[in-house]
């Protein structure tokens, strides 16, 4: 224990050598963002930060914009994998800041690695990972199925909020997408030669709105209507509706799923169209309970837990903005926010040093692990 209590010191004060750097690396990607399977700058940039850090680096590992920066040789030992995301939103940037997480996970390598050279790099391996395209893009599902978490022991990531949690809620998440297609005709001159895929559409829509009083509380369904047709005077053949679904397991999602199939196809029919360790540092966190009760969004991280044991604490950057915000993109790039991220990095480093150095914490990491997802099959 004395050794692990030597090895954080060591981890904390590398990040703190680093923090202009860290500060600097984050702006670079804030001011830059970019969609999922697009992040080359900050593929680039993240790639290059952490080679110049002393890490063995792969570029394009599996997928375009993915990577993996390797650190430390004790072949016995565990292999813990930190996560950096760095994809964007759409107008908004980085509203969910994930110009931070790339941050944290770069901070943490660095707080790792300096800890697996104090110890003479024979307590284990350390693998930083790019993960593209969080957001809708599925990029750790693609990473799983190409085996870039085989031989990982431990995963960790932290994400940025309005909030602190160590164990949120995280939604099951699963998308549709209604394609309606009915018979184009002029709107003012042959209506009833027409079949309206846009009447189908709105119906579906509204159908679901009116389920939303028999959902439960922890369901979340959102969709836009992807394509309504071309112009005013021609009756739409062809509309699209994109739905997201989320629930807190896969036994209700499935439910969810068929009430909103059974919505879309009800509409098909009635037009007749065709269906195709923080607290150490200052953090305060809320109760278990509380924390248990704080719902999140989805992520692919999730996939990740499913395969090996995982964390992905929550953590506050001191803004009330709410992630995918404007408010929040603004907010992503403070000093406040990066100071934040530092903390959070270090948690996560201390955390992986207590499993490099802790095998009866390893093995009941692992243990918990199993029975969770025994209970789950």
């Not at 036994?251 to 059974?262: F, P, S």
Request: aromatic share 6%; with cysteine; proline share 4%.
């Amino acid at each position: 224990m004395a050794e692990a209590a030597s090895l954080k010191k060591i981890a904390c004060e590398a990040i703190d050598k680093h923090a202009a750097d860290l500060r600097q690396l984050s702006k670079q990607i804030w001011e830059n963002p970019e969609e999922n399977f697009e992040e080359k700058f900050a593929h680039k940039v993240l790639t290059d930060f952490l080679e110049e850090k002393g890490f063995d680096v792969t570029r394009s590992w599996t997928l375009e914009t993915a990577f993996v920066a390797r650190s430390g040789n004790g072949d016995d030992g565990p292999c813990v994998g930190v996560i950096c995301e760095y994809d964007a939103l759409p107008e908004v940037g980085h509203a969910c800041g994930h110009n931070l997480i790339a941050e944290a996970g770069a901070a943490a390598g660095i707080g790792i690695k300096a800890a697996l050279a104090a110890a003479n790099n024979k307590l284990g391996k350390l693998l930083v990972i790019g993960t593209p395209a969080e957001e809708g893009g599925g990029g750790k599902v693609k990473m799983i199925d190409n085996g870039c978490f085989k031989g990982v022991d431990f995963c960790m990531m932290v994400h940025p909020a309005p909030i602190d949690t160590t164990v949120p809620l995280v939604l099951a998440r699963d998308a549709v997408i209604a394609t309606y297609r009915g018979h184009a005709a002029h709107a003012a001159a042959f209506p009833w030669e027409g079949i309206n895929a846009l009447d189908a559409v709105v119906m579906a829509y509204t159908s679901i709105s009116a389920m939303r009083q028999q959902m439960k509380p922890t369901w979340r369904v959102h969709s836009i209507i992807a394509e309504g047709g071309v112009k005013p005077n021609i009756i739409p053949d062809k509309t699209k509706l994109e739905i997201y679904l989320r629930a807190p397991d896969d036994q209700d999602l499935q439910q969810l799923k068929e009430k909103v199939i059974g919505c879309l196809e009800g509409a098909a029919k009635a037009t007749a169209t065709y269906q195709s360790h923080a607290e150490s540092l200052g953090v305060e966190f809320p109760s278990l309970e509380e924390q248990k009760n704080k719902m999140i969004g989805s992520t692919d991280m999730g996939n990740v837990s499913h395969v090996l044991p995982s964390i992905h604490p929550i953590y506050s950057i001191d803004s009330m903005a709410v992630n995918h915000s404007y408010a929040f993109t603004a907010a992503a790039n403070t000093d406040v926010a990066h100071e934040k991220t530092l903390v959070a990095a270090k948690s996560m480093a201390m955390t992986a040093i207590d499993l490099l150095c802790n095998k009866e914490l390893r093995e009941q990491a692992k243990k918990q692990f199993t029975a969770t997802h025994s209970k789950m099959d």
